[in-house]
């Protein structure tokens, strides 16, 4: 359940990051930037939202695996969220040129 989570949240990421990448990033710079912060929040998030379950549904979960899943995702998340914004700003059709 928490594997499946954690990717999950991956894909949530890649996807996040692709989409403000392509919006809002001026430079390449700035997107990569923006989606190590997507990819940030889409861990933070699935810790919570991973212990409140824990909360709501008692032996539903096992702890140990909630802070496997969450030691990788704080650091494959900005990984991922970065390599989403930078495929992002890169299909953007203003910059095409780059």
């Known amino acids: 359940m928490e594997m499946i989570g954690s990717i999950i949240t991956g894909v949530v990421a890649i996807g996040l990051g692709f989409y403000v990448g392509r919006l809002w990033a001026p430079t390449v710079s700035w997107s990569l930037l923006i ?3 997507c990819g940030g929040v889409c861990a933070i998030l699935y810790f919570g939202a991973t212990v409140l379950m824990g ?8 702890p140990k695996k909630i802070g496997y899943w969450f030691f990788l995702l704080i650091f494959a998340g900005p990984i991922l969220g970065a390599l ?5 700003y890169r299909r953007m059709p203003e910059f095409q040129q780059d």
């Open 55 to 62: 909360q709501l549904a008692p032996n539903t979960l096992d």
């Open 35 to 37: 989606g190590v912060v």
């Open 84 to 88: 989403g914004a930078f495929l992002g």
